[in-house]
């Protein structure tokens, strides 16, 4: 079990920067480092979570989805139990909720294997 909090959003012009944060609760018998951390976004109420980064265990494997290569940078440090995106050159199109999540395996790119959750922090870029 596993419970995530996310941190950082809020409102930046284009071009600017923001730094998200993830911080996780693990249940005992378990550690933050047996996880891989993905971000997602959701980019309307309708939509579905999207990908846009992930980190392995032990943060030595990194991908991001095309659309934030080169601006934004995913990274951890388990002795924090904490996941970062630093996001930086900001575009209309990077509004969004921005969800952290924890699943057990790397690669997985899809929300439906997360098995656990934050409640999501809004990032507003504005023109």
């Known amino acids: 079990q596993v419970t995530l909090i996310e941190s950082g959003g809020g409102l930046v012009q284009t071009g600017g920067s923001l730094r998200l944060s993830c911080v996780a609760s693990?249940?005992?018998?378990?550690?933050?480092?047996?996880?891989?951390i993905g971000w997602f976004r959701r980019q309307a109420p309708t939509k579905e979570r999207e990908f846009v980064a992930?980190?392995?265990?032990?943060?030595?494997?990194?991908a991001y989805a095309d659309s934030v290569k080169g601006r934004f940078t995913i990274s951890r440090d388990n002795a924090k139990n904490s996941v970062y995106l630093q996001m930086n050159g900001l575009e209309a199109g990077d509004t969004a909720v921005y969800y952290c999540?924890?699943?057990?395996?790397?690669?997985?790119?899809?929300?439906?294997?997360?098995?656990?959750w934050g409640q999501g922090t809004q990032v507003t870029v504005s023109s």
């Open positions: 999540g924890a699943t057990w395996l790397y690669g997985r790119l899809r929300a439906y294997e997360y098995v656990g």
């Open positions: 992930i980190i392995n265990s032990n943060g030595e494997k990194l």
């Open positions: 693990v249940a005992s018998g378990h550690s933050f480092s047996d996880y891989t």
